[in-house]
């Protein structure tokens, strides 16, 4: 059995490897391979993997390729973890909203919309060397944020794909350690959208618990770590995720970001930090720092999730999948993040109760959103991207949608050619 990880070179790597590492006897795995454009970053991170391998006694091989056609030829699994552009185009997407009083944020508002764009044709291509060279019914596990955006887009031209995103998993991991109970015995009442999620209730060895957690010293807590209010929280009667606080809170988190705090250059300086740590031919396991890089437990959720479409287990998983009635009042066509089991099939979503009207509407508008970015990423049409801007909640405003998007396309130029196709073709 062979799985590939396309975006190999990233440093959440070594968590991922360490992951499958520790599945070795309920998954049979004899080869995996990393591959990414960045030959010099691969090489760090590859060497890397083959030692933490080695330390778990990992009976296949590791394989490291700048070419997806090899990568991806004969495997059972495809994951992608990229960011188009790196952490540069990453930088654009949270500073350039900002000069139009706007939140800039790597995977929602504007700066999301502007991440769609580059990646989207990106991760199609690459879908489409999967469908010709890999396994015949090989999965596409993307982790490639936008994450609902991506996989909608996936699943709208046929692919065999979920997508994978870690918050529920944090929370479930997070819950498990305060009740004192395995992760495995904690449920989550998890739905919503990918980054536009809440918690309606947490079952605790089939106890209900939530209320309590909305309570005292607990709630505190939890508000401090989604940064929302807690008289929200108890408001809602659920958990948001952590990005709804930049819908709750907008305009604190735009002030805090034009008087420059951005996340992005605390990211830069972590992954130099990581790389240089990396190249260590003593490290033989993920360094700490990493779980300050962000996305903890990614390495769990993904190596459990393609265990379980690889072998069937039928284990529980916090997915990203076609609505298809799950959650009323959206389209089935919607991709909505939800609990699921999950057995080589696919997952299987378990009921959700309906939203209620203040969760729902948001999500409307966030599916009708991402719904007219997947089209303009696509297609190239700048009137459906500002159609796509005036959309978004955190837009909204034609004027300022028409300025945002010349702005945008004009920062991401080298990585939009739909864009700049008949400049191209006049030239």
Request: charged content about 20%; glycine content about 8%.
């Amino acid at each position: 059995m062979k799985i590939t990880v396309v975006g190999g070179g990233s440093t959440y790597t070594p968590e991922l490897i360490e992951g499958f590492a520790r599945r070795t006897q309920v998954l049979p795995l004899d080869e995996l391979v990393l591959h990414d454009t960045d030959a010099e970053r691969l090489s760090v991170i590859g060497a890397l993997s083959r030692r933490i391998l080695a330390r778990h006694g990992f009976p296949g091989r590791l394989t490291t390729t700048t070419d997806l056609t090899s990568a991806v030829d004969g495997a059972a699994a495809v994951l992608i973890q990229l960011r188009v552009g790196g952490q540069a185009a990453r930088l654009v997407d949270e500073t350039l909203p900002n000069r139009f009083g706007l939140l800039g944020q790597e995977t929602t508002g504007p700066g999301g919309f502007a991440k769609a764009l580059r990646t989207v044709p990106v991760v199609l291509d690459i879908a489409a060397e999967v469908r010709r060279r890999a396994e015949p019914g090989a999965w596409i596990v993307d982790f490639t944020n936008p994450v609902g955006i991506v996989t909608r887009a996936l699943l709208d031209a046929g692919h065999r794909a979920v997508g994978l995103c870690n918050v529920a998993i944090k929370f479930q991991r997070q819950l498990a350690a305060r009740f004192g109970t395995d992760p495995d015995q904690v449920r989550l009442g998890h739905a919503g959208l990918n980054h536009l999620s809440w918690i309606r209730s947490v079952t605790v060895d089939g106890t209900e618990r939530l209320p309590e957690l909305l309570t005292g010293d607990a709630l505190d807590d939890l508000a401090a770590q989604v940064r929302v209010p807690a008289g929200a929280l108890r408001d809602l009667g659920a958990i948001p995720s952590y990005y709804l606080h930049y819908f709750y809170r907008t305009d604190e988190e735009v002030k805090a970001q034009q008087a420059g705090a951005h996340r992005a250059e605390q990211v830069i300086a972590i992954e130099k930090e990581l790389l240089t740590l990396y190249a260590d031919p003593g490290l033989d396991r993920q360094p700490e720092l990493l779980q300050r890089r962000g996305g903890a437990h990614y390495s769990e959720a993904a190596a459990a999730l393609v265990t379980s479409l690889l072998t069937g287990d039928g284990a529980h998983h916090y997915v990203n999948v076609r609505n298809n009635g799950v959650l009323t009042g959206l389209p089935d066509e919607a991709v909505v993040e939800v609990p699921a089991h999950v057995d080589t099939s696919g997952p299987h979503p378990v009921p959700v109760p309906p939203l209620p009207p203040e969760m729902l509407g948001l999500v409307q508008a966030v599916t009708a959103y991402e719904t007219l970015t997947v089209e303009a990423a696509l297609t190239g049409d700048r009137t459906v991207a500002r159609r796509a801007l005036m959309t978004n909640p955190l837009v909204r405003e034609w004027s300022l949608a028409d300025a945002l998007l010349n702005a945008l396309l004009e920062a991401n130029r080298p990585h939009l050619p739909r864009y700049f196709a008949n400049e191209a073709a006049d030239a």
